[in-house]
């Protein structure tokens, strides 16, 4: 039985190691303020960290643990918004400097809004790849403009060209938004109704990408352990299916994960959390024009 109480992502595999040989730079950011429905969250990236013991370092096709992975502290989730998002921006930025990708684990969505910050300043053009039930366009939500129902809306406005995937929940303000600002979107009813198209991307998509992948956009019976779960998701090849197109060819500038909310004693959501996570690393590893790690 494999410990788990180690806090680094497959650490029981391998170890502590040495940061400059590892391409996946992992940020625990449990920060959990704007919850709406259920709560969680904040214990989402240790429930990753602690499922990723039980991976096996072939994912199938190849080892992409071979490209090292080192997890960082957490993200203190006990502060404000701004000085979590702080602290986010400027862990990514680090990470990204240092030629590494940075793999931001949450948390509630508002989260990848430091990652958005710290892309904003590389003043290149950046596609985000949005997996999620929700659009998360909203200017504002509950009186805050750091909910998790905005943090898309902060890419926008920071010109990135965004492509929404698995969306069918929207406020009319969403509806509004992303017409007016001519947002990517391919919405969960439309991959029912007509599946994947090919190329799933728009020919002019950037090269340059960023994926956000909210964990709800999945189906509920993939995982259930989310604070606001949707019917109709995406089963979980589609979902592979699409982060290989969107990744194949393309530069990945980061990722993250976010919006877990574990519920005690169900550790099929972890894992399936940790394995995305993995997944993902290892079409990267493959399959993106990164250079080697
Ligand atoms: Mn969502």
Known sequence: MKSTSLNGFLEAELGKPDPDQCLFHVIPAGFEKSVSYGGGTALGPQAILT????????DGVSVPADRGIYTLPPIPGDQSAEDTLSDIEAAVTSVITS???????????????????????????????????????????????????CALHHAVEAGFTVFQIGVRSLSTYDVAYREKKS???????????????????????????????????????????????????????????MLLSSITGRKVVGFDVVELAPIPGHHASDFAAARLVYNIMGMISRHSRNPQG
């Open 183 to 241: 947002v990517h979107c391919l919405d969960a009813w439309d991959l029912f109704s007509k599946g994947i198209p090919s190329p799933l991307l728009p020919s002019d998509f950037p090269e340059n990408i960023y994926i956000t992948f909210d964990v709800d956009g999945l189906d509920p019976s993939v995982i259930p352990a989310t604070g606001t779960p949707e019917p109709g998701g995406l089963f979980w090849f589609q979902a592979m299916d």
């Open 99 to 149: 030629k590494k990708i940075p793999v931001l684990l949450g948390g509630e969505h508002t989260v990848s809004v430091g990652a958005f910050r710290a892309l904003s300043k590389l003043d290149i053009p950046m596609g985000i790849v949005h997996f999620d039930a929700h659009a998360d366009l909203r200017d504002t939500y509950e009186g805050s403009n750091l909910s998790h129902a």
């Open 51 to 58: 499922a990723s013991q039980y991976l096996e370092l072939y």
